[in-house]
């Protein structure tokens, strides 16, 4: 199966940019998926954003307009760019790769926004 390590979480201020990435252990072209979810203490995990092998991207109505997902097939990653951060997008965030009815996570990275 493919591997999936998560990389960029940290502490930044509200207000503040950070750049997340996922790299694949092998090709991502023939995935269907890749998308970040995040899950915060004491809730579900949540979708944040998805691009398709077209290159089509959806994205949750709390984080559209202010982060950006984006993929590289030649350097097998998956990008998140998160610009004008909150407190609430304190969470940790995993990365996904979705082939037909199966699903491989990354084990996340930690994103903490102060106030």
């Known amino acids: 199966q493919v591997q999936l390590v998560e990389s960029g979480g940290g502490l930044v201020q509200a207000g503040g940019s950070l750049r997340l990435s996922c790299a694949a252990s092998r090709s991502i072209i023939s995935l269907d998926a890749m998308s970040w979810y995040r899950q915060a203490p004491g809730k579900q995990r949540e979708l944040v954003a998805t691009v398709s092998s077209g290159g089509i991207t959806e994205y949750a109505d709390s984080v559209k307009g202010r982060f950006t997902i984006s993929r590289d097939n030649a350097k097998n990653t998956v990008n998140l760019q998160m610009n004008s951060l909150k407190p609430e997008d304190t969470a940790v965030y995993y990365c996904?790769?979705?082939?037909?009815?199966?699903?491989?996570w990354g084990q996340g990275t930690q994103v903490t926004v102060s106030s």
């Open positions: 996904n790769a979705r082939l037909r009815l199966y699903d491989t």
